[in-house]
């Protein structure tokens, strides 16, 4: 055997990916942003006590130097606050830049398609190429016809002497249908959500941004609408999202379903559904009087009822809703899968640790079966 066909594996200790300064800390200071709720003082205070125990910097290159690159490179800049006095503020580039680190954290380096459309179980006259084949049929459009593939037929039947191409010959790739989704996250802000020393918004707030990124960049024909819900429901940009804090609010679920149903309602797509992410029991709905009747001790059957109202309601518009509770209280369970029984939707019961993926892959088995 020469010497060059010689094959081996050489193993070398690992090296960790070389990162300049900046990167370094611009990653913590990312996840540092949405702790805070987009408090950059904040945010910067914990940097400086990071690096007093962990030595991030050097003299050569300091956290006052990390803070004027953040400038230079747009991501922050000087404006005036509230009370007159001036400051810094992250940028719009900040909030991409988060979005993003949330996509890539909790979905991992997903491949993004060219379209970002939604594919459907039923072949048909779409325009996804599916490397399946059938005979022609009339009706069918000559762009579908595959010209390689008759020209074989022919060949094959006819011969090359007398080559012809009949419309037997003909053959026409199958193509899948494509749709597309309107979504509704619903995110539970009442107090419960950081109540018992344990942090949920937090995880709340990076499984939607990872959820944004994720549909503008790789579905963007897809809609996302991001509402959350304490006392009352109100709509949210995903701009506003590293901002969002938890309130000193009850859980009114209806009122967030029935924001949900109202912004589904005005969306064309076919395709729709609501995400709805919770910790809590339902214990508030606003009377018809405007005023609001709130109970937090067990299970409200007033309450209850009224959830259990919305989701038949949802149902017969067909709008699927997936509870994502996290929280593992039996009688909450109990709630939850009579309030999916009468919604026919689903129910996952969860702690905070792979919550993003498993909103994520419900995400993409709903775009391939939510075809009507």
Known sequence: MSQENKRAFYFKLYEPENQSPFDKLFAIFKELIVHTSGDLDEAIDWLRELDKEYQLTDEAYTIDDFIEDLK?????????????SSGLGI?????????QQALDTIFGDLKRSGSGNHKSKHPG???????????????DSLEKISLTES????????GMDQFQLSEEDLVVEESLHKSQMSTVLMIDISHSMILYGEDRITPAKKVAMALAELITTRYPKDTLDILVFGNDAWSISIKDLPYLKVGPYHTNTVAGLQLAMDILRRKRNTNKQIFMITDGKPSCVKLPNGEYYMNSNGLDEYIVDKCYTQAQQARKLHIPITTFMIA???YLQ???NEFTQANQGKAFYTGLKGLGEMIFEDYETNRKKRIK
């Open 72 to 84: 230079k490179r747009g991501f922050i800049r000087d404006e005036t606050k509230e009370d007159g």
């Open 91 to 99: 940028t719009a580039k900040t909030e991409r830049a988060i979005r």
């Open 125 to 139: 006259s779409g325009d996804e190429h599916t490397g399946e084949f059938r005979e022609y049929r009339f009706g």
């Open 151 to 158: 020209l074989r037929n022919a060949q094959i039947n006819h």
């Open 328 to 330: 593992r209280d039996q």
């Open 334 to 336: 109990r709630f939850v």
